[in-house]
């Protein structure tokens, strides 16, 4: 897992204006907490945050605290609904050693069987991993799958030191007939059809008694 270096500043004024201001700087608002300690505001360079949100559950060494360098992990990204930049991050302390819960998501290897097509439940699990050693996703490979089959997430291999902190029972995807299921949608325009003519006598009967 890498660690990304980031400089902080301290952030003393607060509300929407402060953060439009903080913005315009190029810098995101943030919010540093855990440990039980006190929260800490603060402001990143919105262009390195940016990049270093590229990489899932990316392990920051936020620089230019008072009491030294801290280790983070992103739990909250805000973004602007329509143009998408960063609009307010919460950053959680954490300690190397420490065991933290996470999601990362299931990475599916390989190609579908012929005649099947993935119908996928879950894209993400939850887990429980060493705060500076969580891998980037959980690999599951669907060569060979034959259609029916279920993939539950008891059966996905967890990456070394990761704990799933999921039901085991939980459905995660499942291989169906590709054909079967192209039938389903053809068969409903046909059935919509077939009512049609049974809504002819009603309208002769009426015409018949004018």
Do not use: C, W
């Amino acid at each position: 897992m890498s660690e990304v270096r980031i400089a902080a500043e301290p952030r003393t004024e607060f509300g929407k204006g402060a953060a439009r201001r903080t913005r315009r700087a190029g810098k995101v608002p943030a919010v540093l907490y855990g440990h039980g300690t006190d929260p800490q505001h603060i402001s990143l360079p919105g262009h390195d945050l940016m990049l270093a949100l590229k990489t899932p559950n990316v392990l920051l060494t936020i620089e230019g605290l008072e009491d030294g360098a801290s280790l983070a992990l992103p739990k909250d990204v805000q973004r602007d609904p329509i143009k998408g930049f960063l609009e307010h991050v919460d950053l959680l302390l954490v300690k190397r050693g420490e065991k933290v819960v996470v999601d990362l998501p299931v990475n599916l290897v390989g190609d579908v069987v012929a005649g099947g097509v993935v119908q996928q439940e879950v894209v993400q699990v939850s887990v429980e991993a060493e705060a500076t050693h969580i891998p980037q996703a959980v690999d599951l490979p669907i060569d060979g799958l034959e259609i029916g089959t279920q993939v539950l997430a008891g059966d996905l291999k967890m990456p070394p030191g990761t704990t799933l902190m999921l039901d085991a029972e939980a459905l995660i995807l499942q291989i169906a007939d590709a054909t079967a299921s192209a039938g389903e949608t053809e068969a409903a325009p046909e059935g919509e059809a077939a009512e049609a003519p049974e809504e002819a006598p009603a309208a002769e009967a009426d015409e018949s008694a004018e």
